[in-house]
Structure formats: structure tokens, C-alpha cells
């Protein structure tokens, strides 16, 4: 009860933030008191600091990369055209910001897709003078298709880098089994969206009040040196998967390679347009002490055996067949995700499954049923990601408030059915794959 107890008084400063106290804090100080209470032990830490280092580090820098490639102008210039390829019809301008939402959500992780593409849909909407009801409409489909379009690649959620570590799954592996369910995820999503918002969708709006999209280049250098950097990136993960090379070194270099380039580093910085440091200022280094805080902090339940009753659920779900192993653990996933936040609640399925003594082909699908159920169940509760919290804020500070009680009404609106698609498409699919190696 010790370590519930401690992990619960975490997670409320966590997500109070009083003043002057970061998430990273609030979470070391938990993970400092289960030390002190022997919660957790002192080896604890390397087993933890094996598991999220390269989340952590490879997370950290993709928002870097977000980061200048936003200062450069290119996810305004991506929108801009999406809005000149609605062609001045809203209801093909809607579907078209969902798909730009779940392109960059999968590459840029899902905290990018909804903190960077946000501002820049809003100040779309401004200029297309939408009123709010339709502009609730937009707001929402770039928050929720965030998370729910975030499961294709290892890089698009920390989550899936969390899982792809622990249960040592390759890049290519993962990409073939999530790639056609994250095509599920998101038709699903779009649906869903459209039946909920579809009405308040106006049927035409002007394309001529909408800047250039060239306009938006602020750094046409890095601008041209994004499309190559991140063809090449992408490459790599997939050349490097089998040669066990960890995903931050490779995004890390990309991260130093764009800061060289905007830095204009071969030129001692002269004509340099974004600031790289300002980039470095914001990338959110919170994340990394959240990251070993809050883990340690849950990784005391696996030591006062609690992990042990995740692991007989896990146990009697897989008596039931697979399809109900796989619906049963996604859906578990996500309802611990939506309380207890799916950073920690990912480890906390994890360690059960690990536990659990189930047949190798049940366990892969739990495994995926586990990443899926904490990808898309955050969107119930605003408390169910950090991204979600953040993205709030963000919206609160441009005008648009979004109470807990609307977001969780609209959460539960359209979450469910995304999830319930997602996973049945995952119970369909994984079998028919090779196994893996």
C-alpha cells in the first residue's frame, strides 16, 4: 500500500504543478521517497535508467527537431497547402487536417503533432473567419488525432519507445504490425470525428484569405534541408533496427545535424535566422527527470508484488482465446492509462505481462494490445497524457478553454470506438504476420 500511496501523492503534484515545481521534481521527489522508504532499492535505478534512457533521449530530440523545423516555417507551410488543397470546400478541408495531424504525429511523436499544429490551425481558422463551433471542431480533431494516430512508427509515442526497449522489439517489426492497424486507428478516428463535428463544419470558405504557403518559410535553408534529413532519418531507423543500434543515437544525430544547419555552425553562426538555442531551452528536459522519477516510483509495485495481480489478469484474459487476450489487455491498458497517466500505466502493463505465463503468440498480442490501450486511452481524461495537459495550456493561452468535464464528455464520445477498431484490427492482423524471429 506504501508504493500506491507514494506513486498516487506523485501523480496529483504532477499534475496540480504548484508553483515553481516541474513535473521532473514532483517525480524525482516520489522516486526519492520510495528510496528512502525501500520501496525501491538502490540497484532499481539502473534497471529503470536502462528502460527509458533511449524514450527519453530519442523524445527529447525529436521536439528539438520539431522545434526548429517549426521556427523554420515548415509545419505552416504544410498547413497552409493543406488548406489551399481544400480547394475552399470545409468538408474536404477537415479529413485533409486530420491526415496532416496523423502524418505528423507519426513522425514527429505525438506531443509535436498537438503542441506545434495547434497554433498554427487556430491562426488558419482566424483568417478563414470560422466561427467557434467549427473552430471546437478543428481544435479537437488536431488534439485527439495526436494520440490516436500515434501508434505506426516506435518514434511516435514515447510509449511505443518505452515498449519497442523493454520487450526488445525491432524497428521494422514494430512498423510491420502497427503501420495497418495505425490505418484502422485513424479511419476510425476521422469517422468518428465527422459524426460528432461533421454538422459544424461550414461548407465553404475563402482559400484567397490565406497567406502563400512560401510566405511561411522563415528559414528557407533548413527549410530545404528538411525533406532529405528526414527521408534519411527514417532510413535509418529501419537500416540500424538490426544491428541493435538505439533510436536516440540516430536521432540524436539528425537533432545535431538540423542544429548545425540552422546554426550555421560552418560559419561561426553568421546568418543564422533560428535561434538553436531557444531551441534547446525548450525541448522539454522536464520530461527526462519525469521520466526516471516516475518509474522508479512504479517500479515499486512490481517490488510490493502488486504487478504480480496485473500479471494473473494477464493470465486469465489468455485463458479466453486471443481475440479476447488482445480486447481484454488494450482495454485494461487504457482505463489504467486514463487515471494513472499512460507513462507510468505503459510500465505497469508491461511488467504484468512480463510476469504473466502465457503462450509466446497471446503474449506478442498483449504486448501490442498494451502499447495501443496507452496510445489511445489518454484521450478519456485530460490527466491521461502529459500531451494532453500541455495542449490544454496551450489552447487555454490563445483564448480556447476546454473544461475537464466537456474534454472527458468528448473523450468518451470518441475514444471508444477508435480503441475497440484499433485492437480488433491488431487481433486480425498480428496473426497473419510471420512470427517473429
Known amino acids: 500500500m506504501l508504493a500506491l500511496a507514494i506513486f498516487v501523492v506523485t501523480l ?45 533521449f530519442t523524445f527529447v530530440a525529436l521536439i528539438i527537431i520539431s522545434l526548429i523545423l517549426d521556427e523554420a516555417g515548415f509545419f505552416a507551410w504544410a498547413a497552409l497547402n493543406v488548406a489551399r488543397w ?16 496523423a502524418i505528423i504525429a507519426a513522425f514527429f511523436a505525438n506531443d509535436g503533432a ?20 467549427a473552430a471546437l471542431a478543428f481544435i479537437i480533431a488536431t488534439g485527439f488525432i495526436a494520440d490516436t494516430a500515434s501508434l505506426p512508427l516506435v518514434i511516435s509515442n514515447l510509449v511505443n519507445i518505452v515498449s519497442a526497449n523493454y520487450f526488445d522489439i525491432g524497428f521494422d517489426r514494430y512498423a510491420a504490425v502497427m503501420v495497418p492497424v495505425n490505418f484502422v486507428s485513424l479511419a476510425a478516428t476521422l469517422a468518428v470525428l465527422w459524426l460528432a463535428f461533421g ?10 484569405s490565406l497567406d502563400p504557403p512560401h510566405m511561411a518559410v522563415k528559414d528557407p535553408l533548413v527549410f530545404r534541408a528538411a525533406f532529405p534529413l528526414l527521408a534519411v532519418l527514417l532510413a535509418a531507423y529501419f537500416v540500424t533496427a538490426p544491428l541493435g543500434i538505439p533510436i536516440a543515437f540516430v536521432t540524436g544525430t539528425g537533432a545535431v545535424l538540423l542544429m548545425a544547419i540552422a546554426g550555421r555552425w560552418w560559419q561561426a553562426g553568421r546568418g543564422a ?53 488482445t480486447l481484454g489487455t488494450g482495454v485494461l491498458s487504457a482505463i489504467a ?65 476546454i473544461g475537464w468535464g466537456q474534454y472527458m464528455k468528448i473523450g468518451l464520445l470518441i475514444t471508444p470506438p477508435v480503441l475497440l477498431a484499433s485492437l480488433v484490427a491488431l487481433a486480425f492482423w498480428l496473426p497473419a504476420l510471420p512470427p517473429s524471429p
Open 273 to 325: 535566422i533560428v535561434s538553436v538555442s531557444d531551441a534547446l531551452r525548450g525541448a522539454p528536459w522536464q520530461i527526462v527527470l519525469f521520466s526516471i522519477g516516475m518509474y522508479l516510483v512504479v517500479y515499486g509495485f512490481g517490488n510490493a508484488g502488486l504487478t504480480n495481480y496485473g500479471a494473473l489478469a494477464i493470465e486469465w484474459l489468455a485463458q479466453h482465446g486471443e481475440f479476447v487476450a
Open 114 to 133: 498537438a503542441l506545434l499544429l495547434t497554433p498554427i490551425v487556430i491562426a488558419i481558422l482566424l483568417r478563414l473567419n470560422f466561427g467557434p463551433p
Open 86 to 101: 481544400g480547394n475552399g470546400r470545409g468538408h474536404l478541408l477537415f479529413p485533409l487536417v486530420v491526415i496532416l495531424g
Open 337 to 401: 492509462a486514463s487515471i494513472m497517466n499512460n507513462m507510468p500505466s505503459t510500465l505497469v502493463g508491461a511488467l504484468s505481462i512480463d510476469r504473466a505465463n502465457v503462450p509466446a503468440a497471446t503474449r506478442e498480442l498483449m504486448i501490442y494490445a498494451n502499447v495501443i490501450g496507452n496510445d489511445l486511452g489518454p484521450k478519456f481524461t485530460p490527466i491521461g497524457s502529459l500531451a494532453t495537459l500541455l495542449w490544454l495550456h496551450v489552447l487555454a493561452g490563445k483564448g480556447y478553454r
Open 12 to 56: 496529483v503534484l504532477v499534475i496540480w504543478q504548484p508553483k515553481g515545481l516541474g513535473i521532473g521534481w514532483s517525480a524525482l521527489g516520489g522516486a526519492l521517497v520510495a528510496l528512502l522508504t525501500g520501496v525501491v532499492h538502490p540497484d532499481d535505478i539502473v534497471v529503470v535508467w536502462d528502460i527509458v534512457w533511449d524514450a527519453t
Open 199 to 208: 454538422r459544424r463544419i461550414p461548407k465553404h470558405y475563402s482559400v484567397e
